[in-house]
């Protein structure tokens, strides 16, 4: 029988590399998304479509629906949907706050809450969390979006213990720079939130230190087939990272003290 899994944010970036990761193994594979129309051409793989965007409830029951009545089961679920709200904390809207959390954080934990009965009828199952190093480190001008991770992280961590006993696992995939649409989008944020205020010289550093980078990211394959290595072990790991100095800053996170670390990240932006 083949497995069932369902990947959010899968138009683009990991997702849709997840996406075709996933189908030439073997995998039943539902790509789901805001904009349908950006994975029409995953269609043509095999790959089923679903139209999910996961501050809409209702979107998100109906795409559970569709996919237990068609198949009957559902073995992992990839919570991949999610951007970046990057600006300072004085100066994003709390309009943008509440909506960053509600896509990264609140979104993914009702699409968790809709696949967790049908995993635990099965007795099994494998939730995988995207958050990022973000989720353990925080930059300047990235507060409410490592707020996100870091809660996603959280959540990783309370879900592992409470699903193990149903034959669940709950691994967390972080991410480090890759070359996706996500930086674009989290730089215009910026621009929009703090290009002209009082963090206008920390802002315009950190939009050039991305564009520096951007030439060193490695491409979305390199995440997908963490992915694929995470759901096909008999017992994963918790956490796997991978990426653009994924590696060194974890491990500088992990030996600095708070104030060394703070210094570190603000020397990239001075």
């Not at 300072?88 to 809207?93: K, L």
């Not at 709950?170 to 290009?195: F, H, Q, R, Y």
Request: glycine share 8%; hydrophobic share 40%; proline share 4%.
């Amino acid at each position: 029988m083949k497995k069932v899994a369902l990947i959010s944010g899968a138009s683009s970036g990991i997702g849709k590399a997840t996406a075709i990761a996933l189908a030439q193994n073997g995998y039943t594979v539902y790509a789901a998304a805001r904009r349908i129309e950006k994975m029409n051409d995953l269609s043509k793989t095999g790959i089923k479509l679903l139209k999910m965007d996961v501050t809409d409830d209702g979107a998100m029951i109906n795409g559970i629906s569709e996919i237990i009545n068609n198949e009957g089961r559902i073995d992992v679920l990839i919570n991949n949907a999610g951007y970046g709200q990057y600006g300072a904390i004085e100066e994003v809207s709390m309009k943008d706050a509440r909506y960053q959390m509600e896509v990264n954080v609140i979104g993914l934990a009702r699409l968790t809450q809709l696949c967790i009965p049908h995993m635990r009828k099965q007795q099994s199952g494998k939730i995988i969390n995207i958050t990022s190093i973000g989720g353990k480190i925080s930059s300047p001008l990235g507060g409410w979006y490592h707020a996100s991770k870091f809660a996603v992280e959280a959540l990783s961590d309370n879900m592992r213990m409470e699903l193990k006993p149903f034959g669940i696992d709950v691994i967390v995939i972080e991410p480090g720079g890759i070359k996706t649409s996500w930086g674009d989008i989290a730089m215009d944020n910026l621009a929009k939130s703090s290009s002209n205020g009082p963090y206008k010289n920390t802002a315009e550093k950190m939009v050039a230190m991305n564009k520096k980078f951007e030439p060193r990211l490695p491409e979305p394959s390199l995440i997908a087939n963490l992915i694929l290595k995470a759901i096909n072990t008999t017992n994963p790991k918790t956490r796997y990272h991978a990426g653009f100095m994924a590696t060194p800053i974890l491990m500088a996170k992990k030996i600095l003290s708070d104030k060394l670390f703070d210094k570190m990240m603000m020397s990239q932006v001075k």
